[in-house]
């Protein structure tokens, strides 16, 4: 993990991908690779292998590719309500754009309407068409609030991630009990630090520190608000 630049969303899906998923070129790939790690005859336990490979990312690991996040948002509803709405604890998968290892753990996303709501169901399918990508935190952060952001008008729009990233715990410095947590805000939550404690709050940060058992925490924090 490397901090990124914080692409928007539209940004994100126009970056060089081919259309949609291609599962052959995927299945040739996992063959090559497994040719590159020594695995040449693919015999009995590695027969399928590549054809499974090439099943599971693009049905599922990376399927988000397919899905368009601001369609998800696009049947919002008006509303008078105008206090913080928080979805807390939303699991998600992602992998790592420098690695092609997963990284998973939760989101907190929250957003202070701005006189338009949306089904909560949708915020979680927003986090899971989002981080089903290649992606990195920090963008993947950003582009959540920003994708809220254009699709509702709210006053903010305000996230949390905290995952555990393979490519630090299997390889590189090992760091077994490493989490990464990142941030972003927009409109009101970036000015107003009340607002940002709230949303902590609200997203169960203050509340439960010891909720997720005895190990450290990494500070990881990369705000880029
Ligand atoms: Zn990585």
Known sequence: MKPGRSNPVSGARRRRHRG????????????????????????????????????????????GYRADPARILAT?????????????????????????????GTAHVGYLPGGRLVGLSKIARVVDAL????????????????????????????????????CMTIRGARKQESRVVTSAYTGAFTRNAALRAEFLRMSGRATSPAGRGPRPVRKDRRDRS
């Open 131 to 166: 981080s089903r990508r290649l992606q990195l935190q920090e963008r993947l952060t950003r582009q959540i609030v920003d994708c809220l952001d254009r699709a509702l008008r709210p006053k903010g729009a305000a996230c949390r991630m905290e995952a555990e990233h393979l």
């Open 76 to 104: 919002s509803f008006r509303a008078r309500e105008e206090g913080m709405v928080v979805v807390s604890g939303i699991p998600f998968a992602s992998v790592c754009v420098h690695h092609l290892l997963p990284f998973r």
């Open 20 to 63: 949609p998923l291609d599962r052959d070129r995927l299945r040739r790939g996992a063959r090559l690779f497994l040719t590159g790690i020594g695995e040449t005859d693919l015999g009995r336990d590695l027969k399928r292998t590549p054809e499974r490979v090439a099943e599971a990312w693009s049905t599922e690991i990376v399927a």
